[in-house]
């Protein structure tokens, strides 16, 4: 069982940065597939950013602004939220995928305007 643990989310204004961090109970050295997800009221939840050992890949309506990176050492992923926009409010999930997939309890992003 792998166990999840975000942080890092919070109320800020337009234009404001937050950073989210996502701590693993394993080693992620070797997992390949890693990302954030985000959900708003009443809508499905979508992919935003992942990452495998060589590649990132963003959502069109963050690139530019969001940067996903990891750090082994740490068994940690981040989440660097830049120009944040009213939009980018939701509850982000952090996603490690090995034999099964595995979610965190999620963090709220809350951007005024």
């Known amino acids: 069982q792998v166990q999840l643990v975000e942080s890092g989310g919070g109320l800020v204004q337009a234009g404001g940065s937050l950073r989210l961090s996502c701590v693993a109970s394993i080693s992620i050295f070797s997992i390949s597939d890693m990302g954030w997800y985000r959900q708003a009221p009443g809508k499905q939840r979508d992919v935003v950013a992942t990452?495998?050992?060589?590649?990132?890949n963003y959502a069109d309506s963050v690139k530019g602004r969001f940067t996903i990176s990891r750090d082994n050492a740490k068994n940690t992923l981040y989440l660097q939220m830049n120009s944040l926009k009213p939009e980018d409010t939701a509850v982000y999930y952090c996603?490690?995928?090995?034999?099964?997939?595995?979610w965190g309890q999620g963090t709220q992003v809350t951007v005024s305007s």
């Open positions: 996603n490690v995928r090995t034999a099964y997939s595995y």
């Open positions: 990452i495998s050992l060589n590649t990132r």
